[in-house]
Nanobody, 123 residues
Framework: QVQLVEAGGGLVQPGGSLRLSCAASGSIFSINAMGWYRQTPGKQRELVAH???????NYADSVKGRFTISRDNAKNTVYLQMNSLKPEDTAVYYC?????????????????WGQGTQVTVSS
């Protein structure tokens, strides 16, 4: 019904920047909140940044001042601009969205995840 496709991960040196994107497609009626999470081996997935449909944002303390989340509602896309990257930012980053989809008998809201994109910060 809904696919979230992430792009933009890769290898970057400490202090560098990357921009992640996540495009949603499918039988979309509307997209509510969107967010980015990350996970490292042996640890729980953690929230990195979150943005509401109205544009309100919140961030994990560890990324405040370095990461910026934004969205383009016309393109059903959310972005994560990551600056001043640190080795501890290394993780698989996942896109998340609460999406209302059109159904034969009306609409339904569900939470969807992308497949993840690897970000590695290393010299």
């Amino acid at each position: 019904q809904v696919q979230l496709v992430e792009a933009g991960g890769g290898l970057v040196q400490p202090g560098g920047s990357l921009r992640l994107s996540c495009a949603a497609s499918g039988s979309i009626f509307s997209i509510n909140a969107m967010g980015w999470y990350r996970q490292t081996p042996g640890k729980q997935r953690e929230l990195v940044a979150h943005i509401t449909s109205g544009g309100s944002t919140n961030y994990a303390d560890s990324v405040k001042g370095r990461f910026t989340i934004s969205r383009d509602n016309a393109k059903n896309t959310v972005y994560l601009q990551m600056n001043s990257l640190k080795p501890e930012d290394t993780a698989v980053y996942y896109c998340n969205a609460a999406v209302t989809t059109t159904q034969p008998m009306g609409v339904m809201t569900g939470v969807y995840w992308g497949q993840g994109t690897q970000v590695t910060v290393s010299s």
